[in-house]
């Protein structure tokens, strides 16, 4: 122990600033319990991490961290933030104001907040008219209740905002005159992210800089965006009616629903289009009307049920030519698991399709070919998650072994410190068992994944499962010990104080 103690006491601070990164603000300052020198290290990290949750408890934290003010007090000021990110649960606006004033007063780059239950939310004004020259990501995700959701209908003064997320607002502008809007000061907005947004009825959001735009899952009565130069659109799962003018538009994801919930206007300039729909047999002329507007079009996916659709409508095809001179691909890739497995095209289709266009690759995928797929992506990102989790408990294992020493050091000067190890032992054993139990539900979701695939899809993974799978049990072994030392540590220590 004494060697890793050492080996922990000689890494450069700024190897320390980032191992400690790993850990939300709590956690971090806990560490400061392994030695003298790691004391104020947690005070120069360029991140805030932080839950309301964590202030309700105060003899979870030391003496100098008993609430929110006196962990950004204790900071090092000398170090600007990169990124600060608030947790938010029950009705918390003094808490949120304090990080978020003080992030601003140290030029944060990112930002996020997120609410967790179904309180009153009052968005934070300081934050949007503090017309801030750092802050340029902010995503703010309020609780998914379409019912009540927190309204922004005052424009933002955020002029070096680039990227902006939102998730369950509702946005409104009636408050605002006709040239003016949500976003109009937020100068530099290229990236914004609409997911499970209401815009009110007849709103216009318009922005000259807009580049990148996704509306998700959203709920729109009648609802317009003019962005003159935006380059890519991603509209999934919207609702109501949507009508987008993009005359530079060059990609093009359009997965919705049904036809009538989208209105685009400007595709002269696309070159790449991936478009999905469960159509019904009244929406065939329409679905025909709309590829013929991606006549510029090199790169298309369509999916699978539009092809279905049209496949079974060919008498509409006979006297059609195709649109697409320019394809130099098509893809076709099925929106939904369920459904029938065989895929066939008819002449008719075919020659609509690719018939200007007849050197273009074709590659079909049958609802099979994208369970397997998907099944095999979430194992490789399951696994790549478990190893940054093992990675961690490896480092925080050295870390404890360190601060079991520390502590028995520290017992006749610190006894009311002790008294708090013994009431927090309790908490760790069962922050311990929380960590073994997540490293084997990843191993079971991992297994089960794996089972369903194709041998020649599985082959690739298993052996990496395999390694990973040896490296858990050695980990949740570390753990286990760490444990076993940390408790039998604190039990010899409060008894000596007796």
């Not at 600060?84 to 004033?101: A, C, E, I, M, P």
């Not at 298309?300 to 059609?320: K, W």
């Not at 050197?359 to 940054?388: F, G, P």
């Not at 520390?406 to 068992?433: A, K, P, Y």
């Amino acid at each position: 122990m004494n060697a890793k103690c050492d080996r922990l006491s000689n890494l450069s601070e700024d190897l320390i600033i980032q191992i400690l990164s790993f850990n939300d603000t709590k956690q971090a300052v806990r560490t400061s319990i392994l030695s003298s020198r790691w004391r104020n290290i947690w005070k120069s990290i360029p991140h805030l991490d932080l839950s309301s949750e964590d202030f309700t408890k105060l003899n979870r934290f030391y003496e100098f961290t008993h609430d929110v003010s006196n962990v950004i007090s204790s900071r090092n000021n000398d170090r600007d933030l990169s990124s600060v990110k608030l947790s938010v649960r029950g009705y918390n606006q003094t808490f949120v104001k304090t990080v978020v004033d003080y992030a601003l007063s140290h030029n944060v780059q990112k930002m996020t907040i997120i609410w967790f239950d179904d309180r009153d939310i009052e968005l934070p004004n300081s934050l949007f008219m503090s017309n801030s020259r750092s802050l340029k990501e902010l995503t703010l995700i309020a609780p998914n209740r379409r019912w009540d959701q927190p309204k922004i209908k005052s424009s933002w003064d955020l002029p070096a905002l680039t990227t902006l997320h939102l998730e369950n607002v509702y946005l409104s502008n009636k408050t605002l005159d006709e040239h003016s809007g949500l976003f109009s000061k937020c100068l530099n907005l290229k990236n914004l992210t609409l997911s499970h947004c209401t815009i009110s009825d007849h709103h216009i959001l318009s922005h000259s800089k807009f580049s990148n735009l996704t509306p998700e899952k959203g709920l729109y009565s009648v609802a317009t965006i003019v962005a003159p130069h935006l380059k890519n659109l991603t509209a999934i799962d919207c609702s109501g009616r949507l009508k987008i003018y993009t005359p530079e538009l060059s990609s093009l994801m359009y997965k919705v629903p049904s036809y009538d919930t989208f209105f685009l206007n400007g595709v002269s300039c696309l070159e790449k289009v991936d478009f999905y729909m469960c159509p019904f047999e009244e929406d065939t002329y329409a679905v025909i009307e709309i590829l013929q507007k991606f006549h510029n079009v090199k790169y298309l996916t369509l999916g699978l049920e539009v092809v279905e659709l049209l496949s079974s409508m060919v008498d509409m095809l006979s006297d059609l030519s195709s649109p697409f001179s320019k394809l130099k691909s098509l893809k076709i890739y099925p929106m939904r698991e369920e459904g029938d497995e065989e895929v066939n095209i008819p002449t008719e289709l075919k020659n609509f399709l690719l018939g200007a266009s007849p050197n273009a690759t074709v590659s079909i995928y049958s609802r099979e070919d994208v369970k397997a797929l998907k099944d095999a992506t979430s194992a490789k990102r399951i696994m790549a998650k478990l190893q940054v989790l093992l990675e961690r408990e490896k480092i925080n294992c050295e870390q404890g072994e360190a601060k079991q020493i520390d502590e028995g050091q520290l017992v006749e000067d610190e006894i009311s410190h002790m008294r708090n190890c013994w009431t927090d032992m309790f908490v760790e054993i069962n922050e311990e068992r929380v960590k073994i139990d997540e490293i084997l539900l990843m191993l079971d979701e991992i297994k089960e994944l794996l089972k369903g695939l194709p041998i020649s899809k599985r082959d690739g993974i298993q052996a990496q499962f395999s390694s990973l799978n040896a490296e858990a049990k050695n980990v949740m072994k570390l753990i286990l010990d760490r444990l076993k030392v940390k408790s039998g540590g604190k039990v010899s220590a409060f008894v000596n104080m007796l």
